[in-house]
Structures are given as structure tokens and as C-alpha cells.
């Protein structure tokens, strides 16, 4: 795995994806990022007001880290991996992190965006930014032509200005636009009705299955546990509904909900506050990646439902670092139920990690699994 990102003009950076694992075949940046960079070897971004949104891993935060740089990002390990490039990679700036778009403050002169897939979350940032831009301030956007959409061109095009492109390299291209619009109001976060629920959810833009329950989380939701759990975790819990619903079935539990999208976090935690309004200490809320600094042999049961990707990466390694974490933080006897397509294997990987692993219900596209930790 190359580990060594040449900036042009401006030296060798040591950039490594978060978490570190063994024997990584992913490298930590692309070629939009790297088009993003020879398109700005001749910029002068002295006395510049530089904001990069999305930067997955760092590669643009450290290349850009002499000059006056805010970097947001929504995921904890994205946010995880920036600092510690950051620190391998130190500078003579000091490059301001922030992971909530409230903290937005002034106008910018450059934005630099990697746009997600998305268009909600895309939406959202955008119009946002919105708020921040003067008639001279920049729009560059750096897109694998394989994820590029005409989605993102209309949003850009609609709330920012007239967008034009690069030529392709490297399988990359950049989209421009100067601001031409006037601010827009942001239409999320939005408050949906779920079905089984009494009360509508509030969802924040970067969420999954943001209009409606997938059929996933309902097929689980009709085979949540029953039992007298004292302390409960919602791993990767997206809007909170599991640990809504585990709420109403053991009201004398204390919740968990963690993910790696504060969005995640932030609807969770307003749903629960909606849904229980006279239990404020029933729950907590983590940002983080997975459950990895859990303390150990501290919870009853862990549900889990988890995602097959990070960003545009496809696998199971997210999975498969939830199941440890949640061995490790389950109590002797506590149980982990977990759910996924029938494909995935989770049935094998459980049994590896637990010594045991059981189906005990499934459809035509999902299966659910109990492990237990002995």
C-alpha cells in the first residue's frame, strides 16, 4: 500500500486511512484528490480564507495546513484519521477542525468539496455554505467520474452558480462555480413519520433511508429481544429507532446510541428526547467508530444492524470490528443480535469471534443472528 502522497510543489505526505489495520490495500487519498492539488500549486492562498467539507482522510487538510484552513467532516473516523495525519504531517498552521456545520462562521474564499453521494447530505452542505460565500468566494469540487451525478450538478448549479468542469484525468474531474446565488435557508433537518411509531422522527441530511424505515430496519424491529436488559446498545444507530423501540420494551434500561455520523448522533438524540421527554438520563449518545473505546463488560445487549461501506469503499470490515467491540463490551451472558443480508456471511464471522452464532429469523433477503458471549 503507498502511504506516501506527492503534493505538487510542495513536498511528501505520510497519509494512512483510520483505523489502522493489518495488511491495508487502501491507500488514503484518490486522484480528485490529487487533481484538487495540481489545480492549486499555482494558486496563491496567502490571506485566503480556505474551507474543505468532506476531506475523507486528510489529504487535503495536510497539503493545505500552512494556510488559514477550517475542515469539516460528519464522520468520526474521517475526523479521527485528519488529526493523526495532521500530527504525522505537522505544519506551520493550525488547521481548525469542526464536525457540526452550526460552526461555520464568516465567509470563505475557497471551498474545496469532495461531494458525497448523498444528495440529501449534499443539499444540506450546500446550502449552508451558502450563508458563508461573498461574490468572489470559489467553488472547486473534486468527483471520480464513476460517482459523478447529475444530481450534484443541478444542487450546485442551483445554490451556488453556473458550474463548469475540468478534463478527466485519472479516471477524476473537478467542477467549479463562483457564487452567483443569493443564501438559502436549508431545508434539513426534517421531521418524518415512521411507521410503528406514534410520533414522527427528526432526520438530519446524512442519514440512510432519510423519507422512511428500510425494509431491513423493519423486518429487525419485529425481532428485538425480549427480556430484563439493564443496559442496552444501538451499534451504528442512524435515527435511534432500534433503541427507541428497546426503550419502550425495557423502560427501566439505560440506552446507548453510537455511530460514526454525528448527524447520526444529533437525530438520535432528538428523537429519544421526543419519544421519552421525562427520561433525559435514560440514554447517552457516542460519536465514535464502532464501539472501540467502550469500556468492557458493561452491557446487557447489543443490536446491530450494520453498513457494508465507508463512503464509496464496499466490505464487511466495518461489521466485522462491531462484533468484536461488542464482544468485548457485553457482559459474561450478554447477547449481541445482529441482522444483514443473507449473503454477507455474519452467521460464520460470529461463530469466529463469539463460539457461537444462530439464526433465528429470516425473509427472503435478511437473516437475523444471536450470539452470545460466553
Given amino acids: 500500500?503507498?502511504?506516501?502522497?506527492?503534493?505538487?510543489?510542495?513536498?511528501?505526505?505520510?497519509?494512512?486511512?483510520?483505523?489502522?489495520?493489518?495488511?491495508?490495500?487502501?491507500?488514503?487519498?484518490?486522484?480528485?484528490?490529487?487533481?484538487?492539488l495540481q489545480h492549486l500549486q499555482p494558486v496563491d492562498l496567502?490571506?485566503?480564507?480556505?474551507?474543505?467539507?468532506?476531506?475523507?482522510f486528510g489529504a487535503l487538510s495536510c497539503a493545505l495546513r500552512d494556510f488559514d484552513v477550517t475542515t469539516?467532516?460528519?464522520?468520526?473516523?474521517?475526523?479521527?484519521?485528519?488529526?493523526?495525519?495532521l500530527q504525522r504531517n505537522p505544519g506551520q498552521g493550525a488547521v481548525r477542525l469542526i464536525h457540526d456545520l452550526s460552526d461555520l462562521s464568516g465567509t470563505y474564499d475557497l471551498v474545496l468539496l469532495r461531494p458525497p453521494k448523498n444528495l440529501s447530505f449534499l443539499e444540506d452542505l450546500l446550502c449552508r455554505l451558502s450563508s458563508h460565500l461573498h461574490p468572489?468566494?470559489?467553488?472547486?469540487?473534486?468527483v471520480m467520474v464513476k460517482h459523478q451525478s447529475r444530481g450534484a450538478f443541478e444542487l450546485i448549479g442551483r445554490i451556488i452558480g453556473e458550474t463548469r468542469t475540468s478534463l478527466a484525468h485519472k479516471k477524476a474531474r473537478l467542477i467549479f462555480a463562483d457564487f452567483q446565488r443569493e443564501p438559502?435557508?436549508?431545508?434539513?433537518?426534517?421531521?418524518?413519520s415512521l411507521e410503528g411509531f406514534d410520533l414522527p422522527f427528526v432526520h438530519h441530511s446524512n442519514l440512510f433511508s432519510r423519507e422512511k424505515l428500510d425494509i431491513g430496519t423493519r423486518f429487525f424491529l419485529e425481532h428485538l429481544p425480549a427480556g430484563n436488559f439493564e443496559t442496552i446498545l444501538d451499534?451504528?444507530?442512524?435515527?435511534?429507532?432500534?433503541?427507541?423501540?428497546?426503550?419502550q420494551q425495557n423502560p427501566a434500561a439505560r440506552v446507548i446510541f453510537s455511530d460514526d455520523s454525528y448527524m447520526a448522533v444529533l437525530s438520535a438524540r432528538a428523537n429519544f428526547a421526543r419519544h421519552f421527554p421525562g427520561d433525559p438520563a435514560g440514554a447517552d449518545f457516542v460519536w465514535t467508530n464502532c464501539y472501540e473505546d467502550g469500556p468492557p463488560q458493561s452491557l446487557d445487549l447489543v443490536l446491530c444492524n450494520p453498513p457494508f461501506h465507508q463512503g464509496t469503499t464496499v466490505g464487511d470490515f466495518i461489521a466485522r470490528q462491531m462484533f468484536s467491540d461488542?464482544?468485548?463490551a457485553l457482559r459474561p451472558g450478554g447477547l449481541l443480535r445482529v441482522?444483514?443480508?443473507?449473503?454477507?456471511?455474519?452467521?460464520?464471522?460470529?461463530?469466529?469471534?463469539f463460539g457461537n452464532g444462530h439464526v433465528i429469523a429470516t425473509n427472503p433477503k435478511f437473516l437475523i443472528v444471536d450470539a452470545r458471549k460466553r
Fill in 1 to 36: 500500500m503507498n502511504t506516501t502522497l506527492h503534493v505538487p510543489g510542495g513536498g511528501d505526505l505520510e497519509l494512512r486511512r483510520y483505523p489502522l489495520r493489518r495488511n491495508e490495500q487502501l491507500q488514503a487519498w484518490d486522484s480528485a484528490d490529487e487533481l484538487i
Fill in 46 to 56: 496567502e490571506g485566503r480564507r480556505v474551507l474543505i467539507l468532506n476531506d475523507a
Fill in 72 to 85: 469539516y467532516t460528519d464522520s468520526f473516523v474521517g475526523m479521527q484519521a485528519i488529526g493523526l495525519n
Fill in 136 to 142: 468572489a468566494s470559489r467553488l472547486v469540487c473534486g
Fill in 184 to 192: 438559502t435557508a436549508s431545508p434539513h433537518p426534517r421531521s418524518v
Fill in 235 to 247: 451499534l451504528g444507530c442512524a435515527n435511534g429507532a432500534v433503541g427507541v423501540r428497546a426503550k
Fill in 326 to 328: 461488542a464482544h468485548r
Fill in 339 to 353: 441482522i444483514g443480508n443473507a449473503h454477507l456471511g455474519y452467521p460464520q464471522e460470529l461463530r469466529r469471534i
